[in-house]
């Protein structure tokens, strides 16, 4: 699907085809508004089903740091730490994070999955013998790293507790969701006769409906139109929220 289908797709559904009082630029901002909001929903219910993930596969980055790019450190309190940043500056939402660590005598590797760790959490688990960090049982802290104004750079900081050793930190795995492409329409784009020259959306074709839906919505709402009271009820392709967290009742449309 491209950008201009989605524009016109909205176009179709408010009727305003032959005379849209709806501009290009204010449909290029309900439609970023839309993405950045879809993707931070689906989100919070991640991994619920399959469904859920595949909305946001296109988003899904895999990171592998080797032990070379790690910084090893030790906190004000003498907590061990390994830290590294990631590559891209395009960082979004972690989804899952593992500590890679290796056996200096059989050269085995193994992976630990790294907790999150909150500042308030911190001074509790410290002097803590089932909790406080160690190789096996890591926590990490998610810093920023501002760059050139740019504030998506992002540094991990994972506590890895006293020195084992025979086991030594080999890498860090992460699976994070990057930013979503922010889109553009001209006028140029919309009234060219011979083809279509938007960008095509990253985002799974099954969507489009979907984007179409919650830009209508945003119009709608913006214009007050009475349409608002049917519309939600006539669009409910996909739910907002997951039937398997709603005991199989109707999602309800979002609101503001």
């Given at each position: 699907?491209?950008?201009?289908?989605i524009?016109?797709?909205?176009?179709?559904?408010?009727?305003?085809?032959?005379a849209?009082a709806?501009t290009?630029?204010?449909?290029?901002?309900?439609?970023?508004k839309?993405?950045l909001?879809?993707?931070?929903?689906?989100?919070?219910?991640y991994?619920?089903?399959q469904?859920?993930?595949?909305d946001?596969?296109?988003?899904?980055?895999?990171?592998?740091?080797?032990?070379?790019?790690?910084?090893?450190?030790t906190d004000?309190?003498?907590?061990r730490?390994?830290?590294?940043?990631l590559?891209?500056?395009?960082?979004?939402?972690?989804?899952s994070f593992?500590?890679?660590?290796?056996?200096?005598?059989?050269?085995l590797?193994?992976k630990?999955?790294?907790?999150?760790?909150?500042?308030d959490?911190y001074?509790?688990?410290?002097?803590?013998?089932?909790?406080?960090?160690?190789?096996?049982r890591?926590?990490?802290?998610?810093?920023?790293v501002?760059?050139?104004?740019?504030?998506?750079?992002?540094?991990?900081r994972?506590f890895?507790?006293?020195?084992v050793?025979?086991?030594?930190?080999?890498?860090l795995?992460?699976f994070y969701?990057?930013?979503?492409?922010?889109?553009?329409?001209?006028?140029d784009m919309?009234?060219?006769?011979?083809?279509?020259?938007?960008a095509?959306?990253?985002?799974?074709?099954?969507?489009?409906n979907?984007?179409?839906?919650?830009?209508v919505?945003d119009q709608l709402?913006?214009?007050?139109?009475?349409?608002?009271?049917t519309?939600?009820?006539?669009?409910?392709?996909?739910?907002?929220?997951?039937?398997e967290l709603?005991?199989?009742?109707?999602?309800?449309?979002k609101?503001?």
């Amino acid at each position: 699907m491209t950008v201009r289908e989605i524009y016109e797709g909205a176009l179709f559904t408010l009727n305003k085809v032959h005379a849209p009082a709806f501009t290009v630029e204010e449909f290029v901002y309900f439609l970023n508004k839309t993405i950045l909001a879809f993707a931070n929903e689906r989100y919070n219910f991640y991994a619920v089903n399959q469904q859920l993930s595949d909305d946001l596969r296109v988003l899904l980055v895999e990171e592998e740091i080797p032990y070379a790019n790690l910084t090893i450190g030790t906190d004000i309190t003498d907590s061990r730490y390994v830290e590294a940043s990631l590559a891209g500056d395009d960082y979004f939402r972690l989804v899952s994070f593992d500590l890679v660590v290796q056996n200096t005598i059989s050269l085995l590797i193994k992976k630990y999955t790294v907790k999150r760790l909150t500042t308030d959490m911190y001074g509790a688990i410290a002097n803590n013998e089932y909790l406080k960090p160690a190789i096996n049982r890591p926590y990490y802290l998610l810093l920023p790293v501002v760059t050139s104004g740019d504030q998506n750079n992002s540094t991990l900081r994972v506590f890895i507790g006293d020195a084992v050793p025979t086991v030594v930190p080999y890498a860090l795995r992460v699976f994070y969701l990057k930013l979503p492409t922010v889109v553009t329409l001209t006028d140029d784009m919309v009234y060219n006769l011979t083809a279509d020259t938007s960008a095509v959306l990253e985002w799974p074709d099954y969507l489009k409906n979907e984007f179409i839906k919650r830009v209508v919505w945003d119009q709608l709402e913006e214009t007050r139109d009475q349409r608002l009271q049917t519309y939600p009820a006539l669009n409910q392709e996909i739910l907002t929220v997951p039937l398997e967290l709603m005991g199989n009742q109707q999602a309800p449309m979002k609101t503001k």
